[in-house]
């Protein structure tokens, strides 16, 4: 962990704790610093990364203030994170009903900004959290960044492999959705009705150099997902 | 309109023209600053305004890069706007059909950290986009910012209403949704049956001092309304 997260850490513990409520406005940064005995950009970091999770807001030239907590189990769609980072605490796994290495359809080809010739990884997944179903997933991962993949890598988190064992950096992603009615075959593998309210999510993600290397649909099961975007003006 | 905005809007012209398309990286800041003759904090403001409408990423220490093209008609949840903001190009209407100064519910109360005694205006609007309906949207506002209200106000843009004319400066916004099936009364509003999908969303706005203004809850209609989110890691 780098000394920002400890720090972004320990200042979520206070928040957490009651120490800092919803409307309070936190110690300046000079004053964090001086607290903390750290860098002043160690506390920027930290600041930043709790921004990100909603946890406060920057007021330029007036503070920083606390914002509502979390709710457990909402899914933040503000941080380009994998599903298991922001469901943290809550036990993630999943279900791999294919993979392989194949032709992408033009569409994906164009997404992932792939020549002609160029394959990809396939892989559809069930998702569960806390043991009820969350999604199916299908993606499909460029091979120039996701080097390699299989059922083992599949079954965890891909985007904790792609991250920690791969060394890519994560820059941004594109998250499109609407609401529909859910498909027979989608029904089925959510254990649901068809007809029934979907979430349909489009989302691509892009390394820090903005190449994007995964394209995935995704479909929410309506009764177990919640979702949560902390903006900013 | 401010000089980094501006600048923002003659970069956004350049990426718009094909001058830069998705992936390209954009000249640096001093090059930009140059070339636009301005100083280096209006180049960066500029940036920034670009980032959070997801038409660009700043991957720190590699440069500027271009996003894909925005999607028409989509609903950027990135940014704390207003409905009308986002969906520029398209004619966005409303119906009042209920407003009024009330006692809100314990749950409201919270949320805008009013005292017993204080009442909030209640605005009860359908919302159509091009003629279609769009959302219905439930509002509670928080006379201690916005301090006044009527039917002509919330028949246009209660956002451009209290940003413009109220001087309120809107820092944050928190979304909270799920997806559900209908109720018979909401369909009747949206025009679709009872049981069809419904996205559900509940959204606070606050000020930049960190002061709840707006509470109010949305439904959209499923087939009217799609949604992006350009999220950064």
Redesign the interface.
């Known amino acids: 962990m780098l000394k920002y997260e400890l720090i972004a850490e320990r200042i979520e513990e206070l928040i957490e704790n009651g120490q800092y409520e919803a409307?309070d406005?936190l110690p300046s940064v000079e004053i964090l610093r001086s607290e903390f005995n750290v860098s002043k950009s160690t506390i920027i970091n930290a600041l930043k990364s709790l921004e990100?999770e909603?946890l406060i807001?920057q007021?330029?030239g007036?503070?920083i203030?606390?914002?509502?907590p979390k709710?457990d189990g909402?899914l933040n769609?503000?941080?380009?994170?994998g599903f298991s980072d922001d469901l943290k605490g809550h036990d993630v796994t999943s279900k791999v009903l294919k993979i392989a290495e194949i032709k992408p359809e033009e569409h994906i080809k164009t997404q992932l900004?792939l020549q002609d010739n160029e394959t990809v990884y396939y892989v559809e997944r069930i998702r569960y959290v806390d043991g009820k179903v969350f999604c199916i997933e299908t993606s499909y991962f460029s091979k120039n960044v996701v080097l390699y993949m299989n059922e083992e890598i599949a079954n965890g988190s891909i985007f904790d492999y792609v991250e920690n064992n791969l060394k890519v950096?994560?820059?941004?992603?594109?998250?499109?959705?609407?609401?529909?009615?859910l498909s027979a075959s989608d029904a089925g593998h959510l254990q649901l009705n068809e007809g029934?309210?979907?979430?349909e999510y489009e989302q691509?993600f892009?390394t820090?150099?903005?190449?994007?290397f995964d394209y995935s649909k995704i479909i929410?099961h309506?009764e177990n997902?919640?979702?949560?975007?902390?903006?900013?003006?």
Chains 1, 2 share one sequence.
């Open positions: 409307g406005k990100k909603g807001y007021a330029r007036s503070g203030y606390v914002r509502n709710r909402y769609l503000f941080t380009a994170d900004k950096k994560v820059g941004f992603t594109d998250i499109y959705f609407k609401i529909d009615k029934d309210p979907s979430l691509i892009y820090s150099t903005g190449i994007p929410f309506y997902s919640r979702f949560y975007i902390p903006s900013v003006k």
